[in-house]
């Protein structure tokens, strides 16, 4: 079995498209496609994604046949939340976002706080994960289990702290206060 260490630095070397490599140019699916493509591993995203985020209206509507800068900073954003979020608390929030002025500019000025603030939270897991998951956790199956636990409870409650930041924020009864 491979170390700790091994397993994340696997984890947190993911590569993130950085808003300087995204073209300025318009590009159809196509090309979408193949920017969000990884040598080897599964797409991060699939022409039946960006068709069910269209028709959900997760993504602002296309001018023509092409998709723009802002588009794919869209895609982006929905690609992370959606590890957590359902389509539909997704569409909840992007909604609310999109009726902001302005919004093409601050979900970029987002993405890139994210991309800012990812050895920080890299950080925070690995620490983490030296706290639930020793080395020692990996030689035997009860501690590994315990650590599995451990785990898994600090997932939860990230999983419960999004959807409740998603509740009272951008649930529905939040747009009847309007």
């Known amino acids: 079995m491979p170390a700790v260490e091994e397993l994340y630095r696997k984890l947190t070397n993911t590569g993130e498209l950085t808003l300087e490599e995204l073209p300025d140019l318009d590009l159809y699916m196509d ?60 569409a909840q929030v992007m909604e609310e976002c999109y009726v902001s002025p302005g919004y093409d500019n601050a979900l970029t000025r987002v993405y890139r706080e994210f991309l800012e603030q990812k050895p920080l939270l890299d950080e925070a897991v690995k620490d983490c994960f030296d706290q639930f998951l020793p080395e020692s956790a990996l030689s035997d199956s009860t501690d590994l289990l315990a650590a599995l636990l451990g785990l898994s409870r600090v997932a939860q409650y990230a999983d419960k702290m999004a959807k409740a930041l998603v509740e009272a924020h951008f649930g529905p009864e939040k747009g009847a206060e309007r």
Not at 53 to 79: A, F
């Open 31 to 90: 090309q979408v496609l193949t920017l969000f493509s990884r040598q080897g591993e599964e797409p991060l995203l699939t022409k039946t994604m960006i068709n069910n985020y269209r028709k959900e209206n997760i993504i602002r509507p296309l001018d023509g046949k092409r998709y723009t800068k802002n588009h794919i900073v869209q895609m982006l954003l929905i690609y992370h939340l959606k590890g957590i979020l359902s389509i539909g608390e997704i």
